[in-house]
T-cell receptor, first 110, second 116 residues
């Protein structure tokens, strides 16, 4: 079983729609959860972090965490063409290293 | 403030050769991490430095990989001798010393290594 699994892509959404990304993790001791955005050939860039159950909103992004279900998600509202990228779910354990999912490629159609 | 920098951006070498990758973390960041992404796979942890000390090297694939961080500033990752399966993108990340789970890791642009 992989440590972090993401819904398989690619995900194509029309401009203005909501993009929904899902992620599950296997280690119940995981403490911190992150969403990174990576444009092709660029470094992963942190866009959201969440540590407690519930929702966390930042602009057009909302992260949701459910530790009981070992599930974390990212919603992108009012998707823009500039949101087209690969989104990486990452989980940090007690030893501070990140475990990543394989990523979901999102394409926003103008 | 400069971000994490890595050198070179690309490296193409032949099997059996040696390659050294360099990472310069954000100034003042004591934590330095190396990660790797091989084709079609997820980004995987290699090792973690706190200042000049190796905190965790559980992700290093074998003894052909040697990481150093002399002086607690920049780090190098040497692959000797390189094998075909070492091809991939090697990322470096850094974070501040505070040992909190939420401490953000800032990533460099990566070095794309191709072993022929």
């Amino acid at each position: 079983q992989k440590e972090v699994e993401q819904n398989s892509g690619p995900l194509s959404v029309p401009e203005g729609a909501i993009a929904s990304l899902n992620c599950t993790y296997s280690d119940r001791g995981s403490q911190s959860f992150f969403w990174y955005r990576q444009y092709s050939g660029k470094s992963p860039e942190l866009i959201m972090s969440i540590y407690s159950n519930g929702d966390k909103e930042d602009g057009r992004f909302t992260a949701q965490l459910n530790k009981a279900s070992q599930y974390v998600s990212l919603l992108i509202r009012d998707s823009q063409p500039s949101d087209s990228a690969t989104y990486l779910c990452a989980v940090k354990n007690r030893d501070y290293k990140l475990s990543f999912g394989a990523g979901t490629t999102v394409t926003v159609r103008a | 403030e400069a971000g994490v920098t890595q050198f070179p951006s690309h490296s193409v070498i032949e099997k059996g050769q040696t390659v050294t990758l360099r990472c310069d973390p954000i100034s003042g960041h004591d934590n330095l991490y190396w990660y790797r992404r091989v084709m079609g796979k997820e980004i995987k942890f290699l090792l973690h430095f706190v200042k000049e000390s190796k905190q965790d090297e559980s992700g290093m694939p074998n003894n052909r990989f040697l990481a150093e961080r002399t002086g607690g500033t920049y780090s190098t990752l040497k692959v000797q001798p390189a094998e075909l399966e070492d091809s991939g993108v090697y990322f470096c990340a850094s974070s501040q010393l505070e040992a909190s789970p939420g401490n953000e890791q800032f990533f460099g642009p990566g070095t794309r290594l191709t072993v022929l």
